[in-house]
């Protein structure tokens, strides 16, 4: 187990538990504690409702391809911009902090 911190939009901290050894994600753990993060499209990077800023410093892996090709479509996008769905948990996040990105029109 981790410990990830989401901020959500109106600027509330949740610290949240999440196993290493199910293969999820950040959009995927965001959703199971019912936090606001869409994953309309299932977590293959096709759409950025799980758009997020990295906050901490934690070794990341680099953005492929598609989730680069996303960001690029995406509203109120910074540096720091990762799509939830992309970022796979891992040892190497525990302590992981992300903010919910806002909602594009």
Request: proline letters at 6%; aromatic letters at 4%.
């Amino acid at each position: 187990m981790i410990e990830v911190t989401v901020i959500d939009r109106e600027g509330e901290e949740h610290l949240l538990e999440a196993p290493t050894d199910m293969g999820l994600n950040m959009m995927e753990v965001c959703k199971s504690y019912e936090l606001p993060v869409e994953g309309t499209c299932g977590g293959m990077a096709l759409c950025a409702s799980c758009h997020m800023y990295v906050e901490s410093d934690n070794e990341l892996p680099e953005p492929t391809e598609a989730e680069e090709d996303m960001l690029d479509q995406a509203f109120f996008v910074k540096p720091n911009s990762r799509l939830g769905c992309q970022l796979k948990l891992n040892e190497d996040l525990d302590g992981l902090v992300v903010r919910l990105a806002p909602v594009g029109e």
